[in-house]
């Protein structure tokens, strides 16, 4: 599986933004798939998952009831709906594929995008 992360931009706090993950293969739909983050002089973070069927999905704290991941498996397509941003949000954000559960741990996912930036002003 190939991924390509788009959508990222420079947002004000308090805004909305998009991320589409568009993965190539056949093995999509039968991926499990999450977005992680990694902010200046950190290390990368889990945000959001989704199962194979997108009847699951799992979210950081910190995002939670702010930030929505969907995906359309016609489209090969992942998707992380985010709002009410804050400054703390501002990262590359990653998409990843994988298998078994949407979890938060990084060594369920075996395929990476190569992430997307995300910037919120104050």
């Known amino acids: 599986v190939q991924l390509q992360a788009s959508g990222g931009g420079l947002v004000q706090a308090g805004g909305s933004l998009s991320l589409s993950c568009a993965a190539s293969?056949?093995?999509?739909?039968?991926?499990?798939m999450g977005w992680f983050r990694q902010a200046p002089g950190k290390e990368r973070e889990f945000v959001a998952a989704?199962?194979?069927?997108?009847?699951?999905?799992n979210y950081a704290d910190s995002v939670k009831g702010r930030f929505t991941i969907s995906r359309g498996n016609a489209k090969n397509t992942v998707y992380l709906r985010m709002n009410s941003l804050k400054p703390e949000d501002t990262a590359v954000y990653y998409c990843?594929?994988?298998?078994?559960?949407?979890?938060?741990?990084?060594?369920?996912?075996?395929?990476w995008g190569q992430g997307t930036k995300v910037t919120v002003s104050s």
């Open positions: 990843a594929a994988g298998a078994g559960l949407p979890g938060r741990l990084q060594t369920i996912y075996d395929y």
């Open positions: 293969g056949r093995t999509f739909s039968g991926s499990v």
């Open positions: 989704i199962s194979r069927s997108g009847g699951s999905t």
